[in-house]
């Protein structure tokens, strides 16, 4: 087994309205403000007035929208340096910024589907989780997605909706419709 650092400066970076944090060491949720570390094993929810973005070391984001819950789940450095970040979209939406360097590591799960990095430059996607449903867009880079249905690669402009109970349970197309929440960027 390779041992991992987990010395790592991740922040939140920005919050408005209610935005909670909650440690795998205290039961509950406490009040989140700018500037509160952000550890593995640490989970971001915000209320219906609440966003929030949490900033990497090497200024990469993930910012997380109205009614969503982020988990931390792997906030690592590898024996050569990489950062390792595996996050889970329990509920709701955000928009992962993603700077990448030598090696790193981005992965985000949301239900049944798995968001990988596919690339070593700046990568813009968002991930949005309804119930089963997946929907993940990419407005810069390139991302793949598994899911149990296969994997499909993700361009610019391109999105992919899976719906586990629909006839076509993976659908994959280009033209991305921005909302005001993506214009935030």
Known sequence: ???YSHARIVRL???????TVTRPDAPGGAEASVNTPIQEGFKLMTAD???AEVEFENASTARVGQLS???FDQLALDSNGAKLNGMVLAQGYATFNVIPEDGD???VKAGSATVNLASDKLTRFRVDLDGANVRVEVFKGDVDVSSPFGEEHLGKNMLCEIQPGGGEPVAVSKGITKDAWDEWF
């Open 49 to 51: 007035d609440g966003f």
């Open 105 to 107: 590591v981005y992965t």
């Open 69 to 71: 819950e982020l988990d």
């Open 1 to 3: 087994a390779q041992a």
């Open 13 to 19: 970076s920005f919050e408005e309205g209610t935005v």
